[in-house]
């Protein structure tokens, strides 16, 4: 599910997780949001705020945030560094995107990888045609990036590594933790016999 908080001299909850369950009404959603206008960027409070509103809706997958922002984070008690690494410290993985000219230490503080921080002119260029290769991976995965294979006794999942750079072999296990993922360099792979794991199966007959 996704979520949204708009930041300037302070922070609005804009979406809450799990408010929208489809695409269309999302978007119409988010078409709505009005500009909070009004001096000041209060990122870190707004990263801050992000996490309180997560960790109150218990998931067993990832969570992701984006950072967007135009310029540099007002001074506050809470400092860029220590809500990023917060939110690290509660299982979220950030991307940062700045729009124009903006503090390159600031966006490597909320990323925590280079990998993660992205660039745009200006605001239209946020349009997802920009940004959307490096971001596909993680946030909209999709069958291309991952095949199954099956034998008489075994399934294997191979998950292509390229398109989920932020993933590690330590963030997979099926639904018996013990049986995780083991990186093969291009691939990150989960094999389980058909009878183990914790998976189950079902028998049909032929038509």
């Known amino acids: 599910t996704v979520a949204a908080i708009q930041y300037a001299y302070d922070y609005r909850h804009e979406l809450s997780l799990g408010q929208y369950q489809d695409s269309v009404s999302l978007k119409n959603a988010i078409a709505y949001i009005s500009y909070l206008d009004g001096a000041g960027t209060q990122t870190a409070a707004a990263i801050n705020a992000m996490v309180e509103a997560a960790i109150l809706v218990p998931t067993r997958g990832r969570r992701l945030g ?81 095949t199954i294979s099956c034998n008489g006794d075994s399934m294997t999942v191979a998950i292509l590594r390229s398109r989920s750079p932020s993933l590690a ?26 009878t183990g794991c914790g998976t189950s199966s079902s028998e049909r007959p032929n038509a």
């Open 66 to 146: 984006m950072v967007i922002t135009d310029g540099r984070s007002s001074p506050s008690r809470l400092t860029i560094y220590d809500a990023a690494n917060r939110s690290r410290e509660n299982g979220f993985t950030l991307y940062a995107v700045g729009v124009g000219n903006v503090d390159n230490a600031e966006m490597l503080q909320i990323a925590g990888d280079s990998s993660r921080g992205l660039s745009v002119a200006s605001y239209p260029e946020l349009l997802f045609a920009a940004i959307r290769p490096s971001i596909q991976g993680d946030f909209c995965p999709d069958s291309t990036n991952w």
């Open 169 to 194: 072999a330590l963030d997979l296990h099926l639904t018996a933790p013990a049986c995780g993922a083991t990186d093969n360099g291009t691939h990150l792979v989960l094999t389980t016999p058909l």
